[in-house]
């Protein structure tokens, strides 16, 4: 029975089977520690229990993390990804359009843009008007 609190730095480099094992014996100690609690173990046995349950959590932690990275490995190369594996995002942001969809224009749009293109006079009025420096709106309607 380990006394230490559970690092998680050396846990990275041990193989699913070492973390496996060491989660079983984590779990049967604290199995037996619950018992002695209810037998009427002292106050150090509760926080005992506090320190496995939370070396339990970072092992379990770490085994989903590799498990997840491996899956990414797997799906890489997939059209598609397992909907855990996706971005989570917002759920507006998912049902956006793409890029390449929101750009694409139907054939009457082009055919409008194409002979009704958009004027451009306005534009160079308000760049005279940058470019000379006028604050005022009389000194533009005298142009």
Do not use: C
């Amino acid at each position: 029975m380990s006394s230490a609190k559970v690092k998680t730095g050396p846990l990275w480099t041990k193989s699913k089977e070492d973390l496996k094992k060491q989660l079983d014996e984590l779990k049967t100690e604290l199995g037996q520690l619950r018992v002695q609690k209810i037998a009427g173990g002292s106050t150090s046995k509760l926080t005992r229990i506090h320190d496995l349950r939370k070396s339990i959590a970072r092992i379990l932690t770490i085994i989903n993390h590799k498990q997840r990275a491996q899956l990414r490995l797997f799906y890489e190369k997939k059209k598609y990804l397992p909907l855990d594996l996706r971005a989570k995002q917002t759920r507006s942001m998912r049902r956006r359009l793409s890029k390449e969809d929101a750009s694409r224009k139907t054939e009457r749009q082009k055919k409008k843009q194409i002979h009704f293109p958009q004027r451009k006079y306005a534009v160079k009025a308000i760049d005279l008007f940058a470019q000379k420096g006028e604050t005022s709106l009389r000194t533009f309607a005298s142009l």
